[in-house]
Structures are given as structure tokens and as C-alpha cells.
């Protein structure tokens, strides 16, 4: 099956810092790649998509200064977060999507982040 | 603006029990309808997909239905056991490239 890793699994930093996140689909291409955080007790809500090689599209309320996306390759999506703050602190999943009719987005395991 | 409504918000029933979970979302012109299971502090696993011309989709004890011009979805589940206890997301996208709309889940307890 298709296979979606996330690096790091959790990560623990300090106010004003920033954190790198990686989605890599490990055995398929992607055309387009979703970032996707979820707040305690809360649902998943989507960040941005993301298509290789062009800029990505921000959800509504989502600051494309604070959260920096670049789709590097078919295979690789990265998250930035810039200068985070302790509200940033949240569980962010990537999902990624094969471009096939029919097919349907494959996520990864989630990235932890904690802003102190 | 799809908005994705789950009830219950909670479920606690005993073992054994079959029961159903539901899906309701505001604008039918959806491409998809998936069911997910998040485990506490865990991602997501994919339990059945429902393209917008399927009636049904059945894995194991798992049934999902859906009823695209009534907005609605249920995922049965059958002879339920404590290992089913997690949290179910109901999600649709309005297209293989959009994003997915989850609603807020339904906290699945069940009792040995």
C-alpha cells in the first residue's frame, strides 16, 4: 500500500523558533500534497495544498507567512513554522495524493509540536 | 462552504453490541466520503472510501453507506469489540486534488 512518512514525530521547542516539518511518500509520486492540523480535542481542519513545483494555496485564515510550504519534489513536502508561539502548538498531519482517478489521499503519521 | 456534522459526539456501549455511526454534510457535490480511525495522540487510518457513485463499501465488520442527495453517511459496525474504541472521523472532498472536510468525530468506548 501507499506509504506517507512525517519527520520528526514530535519535536519540543522554544518560543520564536522554527520548526521544519517533512512529508515524504515513500512509494508512490504525489502531485499534490496537504498539510492538515489538529488542535486538541478538535477535528482535522486543512492548512494548504500544495502542488509540486508551484506555490501552495492557503486556507482561509491560515497566515503563508508563518507557515511556510515548499513542494521541493514529487516525493517531498515541507512545513515551516516560523517564529512559533505557544498557540502554535499542535498535531500536523501531511497527506498526500497519487493524481489517479479514483485514487484517494494517503497521510502520514502526524508531527507533535510543542511551543514552550 | 462543506460543513461535516458526526453523531453522536460519544458512544459507550457494551461488547459485543452492533451500532451506528453518522455522517451528515451540507453540500452533496462530493467526490468522496472517507471513514477514519484516530487513536488517542495517533494519525489516521483509512477504514473504507466511498466514491460519490457508490452506494456501499464493507471491510470485515466494517459497512459504510452512503446517500449523496440526502448529505448523509453511517458507518455500521458489527459485533463491536474494546479494541474498536477510538475516535471515528467521517471526511469528504469535493475532488481528488481538494482537501478532505473531517467533521468532529465520534468518541467510540466499547465496555469489556
Known amino acids: 500500500g501507499a506509504v506517507v512518512s512525517q519527520h520528526p514525530s514530535r519535536v519540543i521547542c522554544k518560543s520564536g523558533t522554527s520548526v521544519k516539518i517533512e512529508c515524504r511518500s515513500l512509494d508512490f509520486q504525489a502531485t499534490t500534497m496537504f498539510w492538515y492540523r489538529q488542535f486538541p480535542k478538535k477535528s482535522l481542519m486543512l492548512m494548504a495544498t500544495?502542488?509540486?513545483?508551484?506555490?501552495?494555496?492557503?486556507e482561509q485564515g491560515v497566515e503563508k507567512d508563518k507557515f511556510l510550504i515548499n513542494h521541493a519534489s514529487l516525493t517531498l513536502s515541507t512545513l515551516t513554522v516560523t517564529s512559533a508561539h505557544p498557540e502554535d502548538s499542535s498535531f500536523y498531519i501531511c497527506?498526500?495524493?497519487?493524481?489517479?482517478?479514483?485514487?484517494?489521499?494517503?497521510f502520514g503519521p502526524g508531527t507533535r509540536l510543542t511551543v514552550l | 462552504k462543506q460543513e461535516v456534522t458526526q453523531i453522536p459526539a460519544a458512544l459507550s456501549v457494551p461488547e459485543g453490541e452492533n451500532l451506528v455511526l453518522n455522517c451528515s454534510f451540507t453540500?452533496?457535490?462530493?467526490?468522496?466520503l472517507q471513514w477514519f480511525r484516530q487513536d488517542p495522540g495517533k494519525g489516521l487510518t483509512s477504514l473504507l472510501l466511498i466514491q460519490s457513485s457508490q452506494r456501499e463499501q464493507t471491510s470485515g465488520r466494517l459497512n459504510a453507506s452512503l446517500d449523496k442527495s440526502s448529505g448523509r453517511s453511517t458507518l455500521y459496525i458489527a459485533a463491536s469489540q474494546p479494541g474498536d474504541s477510538a475516535t471515528y472521523l467521517c471526511a469528504v472532498t469535493e475532488g481528488g486534488a481538494d482537501g478532505l472536510t473531517f467533521g468532529k468525530g465520534t468518541h467510540l468506548i466499547i465496555q469489556p
Open positions: 453540500d452533496s457535490a462530493i467526490y468522496n
Open positions: 500544495s502542488n509540486e513545483g508551484s506555490k501552495a494555496t492557503y
Open positions: 497527506s498526500a495524493y497519487p493524481g489517479l482517478a479514483g485514487s484517494q489521499q494517503f
